[in-house]
């Protein structure tokens, strides 16, 4: 996608130092990339150039409800459209810390208002049956690869990793069973964190790996697909939806409802709040209050099934 040559410069730059300084991912700098592509190729249609730095300071907050508009009636959604405006408003925060403007309009324009919705985890019984080995006995799979999904669906509950935090995991990183009894995790922003492991998790790596057919080194990734590269998390999401169907529960009980599982599990044991956003890797406490609402919904919930007069 072109850009007016001082707004391209600008851009690479920004993305430099978000790699550099706020430690992103590539796969969020190519997402900001985008957002703040999308946003100046509106600009440049809108407007009928391509925008310079000295015209995007002159930018009006109708310009950018326009923007807005024009992303609405191609069906892009509230929570889309906010990150696409957080980006756009990113870049120009960047373009005025670095005297190269201001672009006010960005500022004076209220984001679309997200919905709220609560993480749906599922039900104590229902996670441990997910992570139960025998429930895959029937499958006419390689006995590795059942336990090697076998290990990971009890890694995402026993540890409430991300998906892209248990298949980023490289060999040396998991302890041997009786050697430790913990991992170390790669979250997001490259940010690494230590997380508590069961040992019946890892007696259940170490099954996996010995019986996986490709060799393992310590710096390589430990789960493995069919042909012996990284695995993808859609092989995951595709063994949790035959899953899903064998034990009859519901759409929402997804790998990343086995991470919101875990932190209601905990906080409805009496777990601490701050240990969990701690063990979660969140970087906010207001990311994690909000198991807090799940836990009080589950509680209004059975009041309301079992009081006589709810």
């Known amino acids: 996608m072109a850009f007016a040559k001082d707004v391209a410069t600008e851009i690479e730059r920004w993305l430099v130092h978000l790699g550099a300084e706020r ?17 100046l190729a509106f600009m440049a249609e809108h407007l009928g150039s391509e925008p310079t730095l000295k015209r995007l300071a002159t930018l009006k ?35 005025e810390r670095n005297g190269k403007g201001k672009v006010g309009a960005l500022a004076a324009v209220r984001a679309p208002k997200v919905a709220k919705t609560l993480p749906k985890p599922l039900a104590i019984a229902s996670a441990k049956r997910i992570s139960d080995v025998e429930l895959r006995a029937g499958e006419e799979r390689e006995p590795w690869v059942l336990a090697r999904d076998a290990a990971i669906l009890a890694l995402l509950y026993g540890s409430g990793l991300r998906i892209s935090e248990a298949l980023g995991l490289v060999r040396k990183d ?3 069973p009786g050697k430790g009894d913990a991992i170390t995790v790669t979250g997001k922003g490259n940010k690494r964190r230590m997380v508590p492991v069961l040992p019946q998790v890892l007696t259940l790596i170490a099954d996996y790996v010995s019986a996986c057919p490709y060799d393992l080194p310590a710096d390589a990734a430990l789960f493995r697909g ?10 995951v999401q595709l ?18 409802a086995l991470r919101h599982s875990f ?24 990311t994690t209050q ?7 919904e589950r509680l209004l919930e059975a009041y309301r099934s079992a009081h006589p007069r709810a």
């Open 263 to 286: 932190a209601t599990h905990l906080l409805a044991r009496g777990g601490d709040l701050r240990a969990i956003q701690e063990l979660l890797g969140h970087a906010s406490l207001s």
């Open 239 to 256: 063994t949790m939806a035959r899953l899903r169907g064998a034990l009859g529960l519901a759409d929402t009980a997804t790998p990343h």
């Open 61 to 95: 907050p109708q310009d950018i409800r326009a923007f807005m508009a024009a992303r609405r009636s191609a069906g892009i959604g509230s929570r889309s459209l906010m990150r696409g405006l957080a980006g756009a408003r990113s870049f120009a925060r960047f373009l």
């Open 174 to 176: 998991v302890p041997v």
């Open 226 to 235: 069919a042909k012996g590269r990284q695995l993808s998390p859609r092989i």
């Open 23 to 39: 430690h992103m991912s590539p796969k969020t700098l190519e997402a900001y990339r985008r957002d703040v592509g999308q946003f």
């Open 290 to 296: 909000i198991y807090t609402a799940v836990d009080t």
